[in-house]
């Protein structure tokens, strides 16, 4: 860990009274120690990352972190602040801070190393001496691990000794970014197991590797923990145990409640915890309790599956519709029909060079539908699906059912193969199942459904669709407009945000004037939830608290960014005031982006591809709009409750910043 941090990068006095502050104060550390390359540029990922959910950790324990192309090599700063800083733990504020800075292509070693840190965090031991260190160097020392403190060994408890097994249960931790969370939680459940006489075994599914369980392991287990904010990679293995099935955080700040879960569920002997397709049968809603009905489970679980898909589809989208919006930009709409590159291409020609950023672009983009339609099929399956999917998915291409065959490709290629997977086969053959039978049949049987069946009535489909957005005009486009809109802004980055999200960029896979003004009435949308806080927490400072005022300052950026995610502190603390106030402004650019008759060909990108959309002012201005219309609920909705009269059941309370609010009983 010596790479990681050194002296220089530790700050036992942080003076930083706010979290923004003191990811600033550490970031310039690692700026002048020539690990970070752009200051502006790092913050605005660590801010991004804060965005989607807050880092601090009970105990007092801050952990901002992010991976960034600005990052040279991973790093890790440390800050002790007197005062505390508030990063959103549910004990209060911190006061040991640690800025994680991984590289966007860290390599294993380095982030193994991070997460070793991130296990020690959960050391009382261990923080206690970061709180009384007095010199840079100790402390950095310390953190490297480089303290020769002995590890007493486990005192036998009286089961152990007395010859019987210990309860077992085996455990899978996984968060987005795969750096502190994951292996937080699976130090956390481990420490928990040891403290209750409970053997735990816990596989980590993070960016430092993921090694499987011992199948030996999994067999002898009485129950599974799954601690994840992403999905866990081959359910199919945990099939036939008791499942605890819950978010990542509660598995750092409750893992004895967990574990007294897993135990009850055992001893109930509810064993049918995962499908035989390899699914969860918990409710899905983060607590891991009860099994739901079987229609609204399978929704979950289609949501996921195409959330999957989507997901993987939308960095081929960004990379490859930049690119073709930036040759645009450089040679005309006409740079379309150049010829191929690889037979004329002049070093000195402006035009040249925009049909090469074209053709590029153009290549990335061929693989919108087959990725998306490939892990769909990935999502529902696992590996074995792979195939099949992809093959569906340049079927799609071939017949020309577009976006939409991909959908159904995906489905079919997932459908087939769990289908397959319940045939019970003889052992001799199970070895060559994955890798040779199943992709072999699957693919058949999905190319024949996808050239044969449904293949062409798709095509249709989306022809149809094609041509009602060409014929959209009037109050027709306005009103799809106000839906998109809606849909951006419900949830901010969520599922329906997503949907409207993926029917823009698919649009764009073949573009037409229809398709164009959806991509751009998206993106205006998206862009209006956070601009909104922005502009609400400036002109009404006192109605937020000094936390939501400095998310205010970070969302501007992510606003203009087209980054929809960086409402959702706000929304988060007050739901029923800001969803609604940002649906309204969302709508209203949608609208208005649509009857303006916007277009847009880049996929992301916010105010800084403006010069590639068509009517730029106007589209400006529907932005504004709806941003001015957001921000004036906002503040007319909390106005009025600071403002409600007394005995009307409400309860007056103190905020952060001292003022006195009126909060909803």
Known sequence: MSELITAELVDLDLSAVTKDAAARSLAERMVAAHRVTDLDGFLADVAAREAQMPTGLDGGIG????????????????????????????????????????????????????????????????????????????????????????EPEPEEDDATAAGSAPFRIVAVTSCPTGIAHTYMAAESLAAAGRAEGVEVTVETQGSAGFKKLDPAVVAAADAVIWAHDVEVREKSRFRGKPL?????????????????EARRKAERGEIAAVSEDGGSTESGDGDGGGS?????????????????????????????????ALSFAIGGYEIASAKSVADHFVWGEADSWAALLNQIGSAAFAFLVPVLAG?????????????????????????????LGGLVAGLLAGAVVMAIQRVPVHATLRGIMPVLVIPLIASAVVGFLMFIVVGKPIASLQNALTDWLNGLSGSNAVILGVVLGLMMCFDMGGPLNKVAYAFAVGGLADPTDGSLKVMAAVMAAGMVPPLAMALATTVRRKLFTKTERENGRAAWVLGASFITEGAIPFAAADPLRVIPSVMAGGAVTGALSMAFGATLRAPHGGVFVVPLIGEPFLYLLAIAAGTLVATALVVLLKGARRTAPEGAGDAEATGSDGSRVTVAA
């Open 375 to 403: 892990y769909i099929a990935y999502g529902m399956a696992d590996r074995p699906a792979l195939v099949p999917g992809f093959v569906g998915g340049a079927i799609a291409l071939t017949v020309n059912a577009g976006f």
């Open 63 to 150: 952990i901002p972190h992010c991976r960034s192309e600005h990052v040279s090599a991973p790093t890790l700063a440390f800050g002790r602040s007197a005062a505390g800083i508030d990063f959103g733990a549910a004990d209060g504020p911190a006061d040991l801070i640690f800025l994680i800075a991984a590289p966007a292509g860290a390599d294993d070693d380095h982030l193994t190393i991070l997460s070793a840190l991130a296990r020690r965090l959960m050391d009382p031991e261990f923080t206690a001496a970061l709180r009384a260190g007095t010199d840079p160097g100790a402390v950095a020392a310390l953190i490297r691990g480089e303290d020769p403190t002995e």
């Open 244 to 260: 605890v099935d819950v978010g990542v955080k509660a598995g750092i700040n409750r893992p004895a409640e967990l574990i007294a």
């Open 292 to 324: 739901g009905a079987d229609h609204a489970h399978f929704g979950v679980r289609l949501r996921t599956y195409l959330m999957s898909g989507v997901s993987y589809m939308v960095p081929f989208v960004a990379a490859g519709g930049l690119l073709i």
